[in-house]
């Protein structure tokens, strides 16, 4: 059994004559949670993208478990989502179904398990995440935090092997972080999945992360534990862990010289 | 010189993108057809969608109806009675809408309500990650979402235009015979001898089916593609509305020509 | 929105949409009334068809007994040939006229089967013999000038 689950390999990517990713190298390992962080635009979302074959790379490859995920057909396609789950940065819930039909949804459409046992799996995801009493609601009636949980335990639906979370602590308050937090490490460790976070907060991330991925450029700038990355003497980790306001990463944008530029 | 260009350029690039969507609405067709097996297989979803664009437009589409019709037979009394036909009324009334006014008015609102509620809700599903959700989990959006509205769209479309022509003769009739007192034999005569089943009521249908395949196509399409933004959403719907209408006309022209002729 | 609610409903829709095709096809239309279905052919050859049409009626005393078939131009006879579709449950002696007239003043022409005295019917195939023409409406004035001319001559001649 391989010990990385999910490879990229040499993999380059972008929308048109850019190119977002340049011949980047990363592995995630079985039961460890990783995080792929970065400033905003710098590719971290598509990465899961990738992984998840909705988009297919220019060259290099993605392997899952082995198979490469850009060369398989329509059923081996299926084959790979099956063992992935997804959370998306706003919960992204069917809002014309309720709480418990959007949690049960992956089941009733990959198997055939009978309503009521389908109905005991529900409530026990639901209770993972600590909203098994609101499962009669409509996503419309959640706030931001708790919508998020159900799309968590929406994406931990049928046991996955691999869970995603795209920017899992955009917009919450700090009591609904550290919840995530908790459910992101306890879930990965119960299930023995795989989980990628994708995310920019630092202190949430290196209080539960294994390993790390720093993104800039078109390349992986550095990676390594937290600890190893506190250490780290590389200008661009210090800038961003220490959330600085100049460094590697310049504050003012690209521009012709100020004197010029003013009407003086 | 420079305008000229420009505008040409532009004129260009408007009728290549216009190819390109049209091109673009044809294969999403052939994959609705393709994965269509589950709005029949759990026929629950088509059902659903039967609700939200059919049995919600029967409102507008019977008031839309039964005004047309008196309007019919106010205009047409008053025409045909300088040429001492006044009792070919209920020919006049029931040809118009059976042949023309039911499939194409009937297109118009549908395309105006349901049309823009189809593409409005897609959109939005595209907007909030939903669509990506699904595809995440190894459910096609295609067949769980397109293919069901596609379907209850063909469906709807014929029941409400047939439904428009009924109501809208019936309000033919109230004017001409209840109000303006045309003769009730003459009205009823003189129509079953002149609209035929075969030629008439059916080609009505048959452009009435074209008209549901196009409008829903389009709404769907608009819906897909449209930038997951509200400003793109908003325009989107707006886009479906003038291209079914514009589409409807001038289908409706090429269906009349070839049947009616 | 419940389920059994949701289908009602639809079922509802389905149905009002049946109803009104029924509706259609039996009130407005001419379904009921008008089943021309077992025909026989025979062909008559006119002069001047004037607006006859194909499926135009053909009447038996104002009756419609069965549609004109097709019309075409016989270019060695110089006269139309048209098949006249007779629904099988009228049969027609073989010395049966056949007109062509008009409905109403401006309406449409159709073709009228006035019956002769003979004891053998037409058959799938026969000619009927005996026709008249479409009146042509410029002819119809000429004839009138024509004998109002003739009158005046009369006149002078006296």
Redesign the interface.
Known sequence: MEENLISINNLSFGYGKDLLHKDINMQFNRGKVSAIMGGSGCGKTTILRLIGGQLNPNSGNVTVDGKVVHEQGREGLRNIRRKMGMLFQHGALFTDLSVYENVAFPMREHTDLPENVIKDLVLLKLNAVGLRGAHKKMPAELSGGMARRVALARAISLDPDIIMYDEPFAGLDPISMAVICDLIRSLNDALGATSIIVTHDVAETFSFADYIYFLADGGVAAEGSPKQLLASKLPFVKQFIHSEKDGPVPFHAEAPEYQSDLSL | MNNILNFLEKLGASARSSLSGLGSCTRLFFLTIIYSSDSFKRF?LT??E??FT??LS?VIIIVSAFFVGMVLGLQGYYTLEK?GSSEAIGVLV?LAL?RELGPVVTALLYAGRAGTAITAEIGLMKTTEQLSAMEMMAVSPIARIVAPRFWAGM??M???A??F???G?LGGYFIAVLIIGVDDGAF?SQ???????HN??VDG?IKSIVFGFTCTLIALYQGLVAPPTAEGVSRATTKTVVISSLSVLGLDFVLTSFMFV | ?E?VK??I??G???A??I???F???T?????T?NDVKKTYEVKAYFENIGGLKPRAAVKASGVVVGRIGSIIFDPEAFHAVVKINIDDRYAFPTDTFANIYTAGL?GEQYLSLEAGGDDVDLKAGDLIVHTQDAVVLEKLISQFLYNSAGDDDDKDKD
């Open positions: 629950n059902i659903k039967i609700y059919g049995v029967l040429y029931a059976v469906i709807s014929p029941i409400l047939t439904i022509s009924m109501v003769i009823w129509m079953q001898a002149n609209v035929d089943f008439d009521i249908a | 929105m389920k949701l289908d409903w639809v509802i829709f389905v009002l949409g109803i009104a095709m509706y259609l096809a009130r407005v239309g001419n379904l009334s401006l």
